[in-house]
């Protein structure tokens, strides 16, 4: 890793590319349950003051109706992004009357999942498209899935970058070809070093008894209505959280773009016994979309993934496979309850020196055995990443935490001083010297601090969080939003409103018709 690194920041320095590295594409898409005064799940539909959830490009839900998801647009810096995402949630404010955006992660207090409601979309077909494949993950996992929350943060480098990286390594080949490998170098190596992520900002480590509602599980009991982990980081990414055992099974190989597409193709289009048993279409009904392990690509739930904007009704991975990689999609960042966002600053600046160095570093292969100690990792961190003494598997043997946390960070320090030097200042670099406190510290992690809040408070999580989720309202309400950006979301919610009615005013062929076509793709 580090001699790698050290010769590539070395080159970008010695021919005047390193500026490029501080031109960074970021969009940051944040979900939060929208909660009824008492902490419940709302009652009400996606707002219509907010517009259409199937045409806004910046406020829709996920997989829940009351799941909204809030999308920036892609920004020069972290902190315009942050700024758009603060304005993003003023506006939802000032639309949802006496209901709060829920603060964290794992969901609120849920007696039933008839409760739930499953997001909809319209008439259209494309919007039916949607919720049906909703309807397939209902049936699939059940529907409490479909109500936890997270921060995907989206990263690119700037084009200019990839011609000049590509000359200085003196490789040859197609330039689209070399962008979309570079992306998969930088998606290995994250899948190498995330669990240190999760460990640092992990940030759900209780969540509410009525999640469970009545499996069997391994949780302590902190309260009768609260149950945790003593020492676990991020609930939201263990098997407790988005999981499919019939994925378990498949081989998603991230070594190289071809590789990935046929792998997931491939689940795409292998029966699984389990969901023939539920059926397609019953009684006129569509229970899923078909009775494959993945109804779609989207269904595979990796913490990272190459991404590419698709044309309307294309399938993402064949937009990848036309047109390359266009960004990268980090997806295992909890919502941290004790922060007004969720994220801040000073953690999408550490994400964005960590993400450069995982594109400059090595460029090894991810073997089948390293795959299987990824995973056992992952699981150490999720469930006992605070635990004293914990190790961690690595090609050597075992390393403690702190060991090998250190050892990944004076590496991504190393690409903070080069992004400093370029930009100015030293905000990447404290950043990132921010973290060395918490591998020393574990009671420093957003999960300690949680569990530690809670505890003080002396209440259950659910009241806690719907506390928090009071307090970070008033923070942001108490800055004005702009007149300006009033306007334009209110015209955006009006334009999304009328695509969607022209949508659904279209002749399009039936349904059947729609979802027979797309799944030939």
């Known amino acids: 890793m580090l001699a790698t690194l050290e010769k590539h920041l070395d080159l970008l320095v010695a021919h005047g590319e390193a500026g490029l590295l501080t031109q960074l594409g970021h969009g940051i898409e944040k979900e939060g349950l929208r909660v009824d005064g008492s902490g419940h799940l709302a009652r009400s539909g996606h707002p219509r003051a907010l517009g259409s959830a199937l045409t806004h490009p910046q406020i829709t839900t996920d997989y829940a109706e009351t799941l909204l998801e809030l999308i920036t647009s892609v920004c020069p810096t972290p902190e315009a992004a942050l700024d758009q995402l603060a304005d993003l949630h003023r506006y939802c404010y000032t639309h949802l009357g006496d209901e709060e955006l829920w603060a964290a992660s794992m969901p609120c207090e849920i007696p039933s999942e008839a409760d739930i409601r499953i997001a909809e979309y319209g008439s259209s077909n494309v919007g039916r498209l949607k919720h049906i494949y909703r309807v397939g993950l209902e049936h699939r996992y059940g529907k409490m899935m479909q109500t936890i929350a997270g921060i995907h943060y989206n990263f690119s480098l700037p084009e200019a970058f990839w011609p000049a990286y590509q000359r200085l390594t003196d490789t040859a080949g197609d330039g689209a070809d070399f962008r979309s490998s570079g992306y998969f ?22 969540l509410s008894r009525s999640f469970m509602q009545g499996r069997p599980h391994q949780l302590a009991t902190l309260e009768p209505d609260t149950l945790y982990l003593p020492w676990a980081t991020s609930l939201r990414m263990s098997d407790l959280g988005y999981s499919n055992r019939a994925q378990s099974s498949l081989n998603i190989c991230f070594n190289h773009l071809d590789t990935y597409a046929h792998s997931l193709n491939q689940a795409i289009r292998t029966p699984h016994p389990p969901y023939e048993k539920i059926g397609v279409k019953v009684d006129g009904q569509y229970r899923q979309l078909n009775t494959n392990i993945l109804q779609i690509e989207n269904e595979y739930y990796s913490d990272i993934r190459p991404k590419r904007v698709a044309q309307s009704g294309e399938k993402p991975v064949h937009a990848l496979m036309a047109r390359g990689v266009e960004y990268i999609e980090v997806r295992n960042t909890d919502i941290d309850p ?52 914990l190790t961690l598997a690595c090609p050597d043997g075992e390393r403690t935490l702190a060991q090998r946390g ?7 320090r190393l690409t903070a001083e080069v992004m400093d030097a370029e930009s100015g200042g030293n905000q990447f670099r404290q950043a990132v010297d921010a973290q060395y406190a918490k591998l020393k510290d574990p009671e420093l992690t957003p999960s300690a601090q949680v569990l530690a809040a809670v505890k003080a408070a002396g209440t259950r999580y659910s009241d806690w969080a719907l506390e928090q989720s009071r307090q970070h309202r008033r923070s942001l309400m108490a800055t004005p939003l702009s007149a300006a950006t009033s306007s334009r979301l209110d015209a955006l919610a009006r334009t999304s409103l009328a695509e969607q009615s022209a949508l659904e005013a279209q002749p399009a062929p039936t349904f059947d018709q729609f979802l027979a076509d797309y799944l030939a793709q």
Not at 185 to 206: C, E, H, V
Not at 360 to 367: A, G, N, T
């Open 185 to 206: 170098k930088l998606i290995r190596n994250f899948r190498r070093y995330s669990w240190l992520l999760l460990y640092l900002f992990g940030a759900s480590p209780m």
């Open 338 to 389: 004790l922060k007004p966002l969720g994220i801040d600053l000073e953690q999408a600046r550490f994400l964005d020196t960590f993400l450069v160095t995982c594109l400059l570093c090595s460029d090894d292969l991810v073997s089948d055995a390293e795959c299987r100690r990824i995973a056992e990792n992952h699981q150490r961190i999720v469930t006992r990443g605070r635990e004293p003494g």
């Open 406 to 412: 250190e050892t990944i960070l004076n590496q991504v």
